[in-house]
């Protein structure tokens, strides 16, 4: 008899679920009590006044409370979807989180109405490497795909819609910004950053013509707020601002190996008090700066498995509410922290 991989490891995890049940009474599989969700993890350590604060993580959809857990998985019902190695991750106005993961394929969990989708097509053919949302006008999803140098446009069901004609190098970052009603797009591979204009037309807004200090050497992550527009010059090791117009005002880090300092600078976000947060994924932590370009605080460390040990983080985004999203990429999660301002 043929039996599939899928169905026999279900086999086997229902004879070990008995053997269990015999051996304790069917008692409770974890204790609640006793898990991390229920500790309270901040940084910095006491006595300083916490400033951020470690909420939850997940991997699986089941980890939001979608798709039935675990003895839905035991029933047959494959309904329950799994991170890889997620790399970026935005939430739109419905409270839907999407995730783009390096296996090929987008995620949506939305644990308001118990629902999870995933998407591996653009417009035509099979998602390879996205690698960055941004959500857009009607919720819509902007995503990009570095293998397949495309910007692809997803309602928010992700039913793809639309693929940009664009050609691009290497396109790497996706960013909406509300207030000028644009698009920017950030071209690992050209160096370049483009704006698409509210009419559709798409823009080198800064590029390898530009002088000096605008030159970038390898765009990888972008993020905008009010008039500014964040670059995450990657080999320069510096994050550069810009106004919404390509003019460069400002830029913070350099190349090193103490606090303050970048080895390899991934994501960029702002929170409401107009403090930046880059994560290094050498480091394996976020750094906080504040709007001066002084060093606030850093949170997380390398390796660990605990909450705010990451291995390899890679995209981060802060949502209105000042709660903090990072893809934990060689860990196949996705950590969620709060920003507690002062007094909050």
């Known amino acids: 008899m043929h039996v599939r991989s899928s169905q026999l490891v279900r086999y086997l995890a229902i004879l070990l679920l008995c053997a269990c049940c015999q051996m304790t009474g069917c008692g409770s599989l974890t204790d ?11 940084w910095p350590s006491p ?29 047959g019902e494959d309904n329950i979807h799994q991170l890889r190695r997620p790399v970026a991750v935005t939430v739109n106005s419905r409270n839907t989180l999407y995730v783009a993961d390096l296996s090929g394929a987008i995620f949506s969990f939305n644990p308001d109405t118990k629902e999870s989708i995933r998407q591996d097509h653009a417009v035509g053919e099979a998602l390879i490497s996205p690698v960055s949302l941004a959500v857009g006008n009607g919720d819509s999803l902007y995503v990009i795909d570095s293998a397949l140098r495309k910007l ?34 950030a071209d690992a591979g050209a160096n370049k950053v483009y704006v698409i204009r509210p009419n559709g037309s798409i823009d080198e807004l800064i590029g390898p013509n530009s002088a000096q200090p605008y030159k970038l050497n390898t765009p990888t992550h972008l993020c905008t707020k009010d008039n ?5 010059d990657a080999y320069n090791f510096k994050i550069k601002i810009f106004d919404t117009d390509g ?52 949170f997380g460390e390398s390796s660990k498995m605990n909450p705010g040990g990451f291995s390899l ?26 920003y507690l301002s002062v007094g909050g």
């Open 47 to 75: 006595p300083e006044p916490p400033r951020i604060r470690f909420l939850y993580s997940f991997s699986t959809s089941s980890d939001l409370d979608i798709g039935g857990g675990f003895f839905s998985w035991l029933a």
């Open 152 to 185: 692809i446009v997803y309602d928010a069901d992700l039913n793809p819609i639309y693929n940009f004609s664009q050609e691009f190098v290497r396109p790497s970052s996706v960013v909406f910004n509300q207030d000028m009603n644009s698009y920017y797009v």
């Open 228 to 232: 500014r527009l964040y670059v995450t």
């Open 32 to 42: 609640k009590s006793s898990s991390d969700s229920d500790l309270i993890i901040q």
């Open 313 to 338: 983080p890679n995209g981060i985004f802060i949502d209105d509410a000042n709660k903090i999203y990072v893809a934990d990429t060689y860990h196949g999660s996705v950590q969620v922290f709060q």
């Open 247 to 298: 003019v460069l005002q400002d830029s913070l880090g350099q190349l090193g190996k103490t606090t303050g300092s970048f080895a390899r600078p991934k994501g960029v976000a702002v929170d409401n008090d107009d403090h930046t947060y880059v994560v290094d994924a050498l480091f394996g932590n976020i750094q906080i700066f504040d709007d001066q370009g002084s060093l606030l605080l850093f």
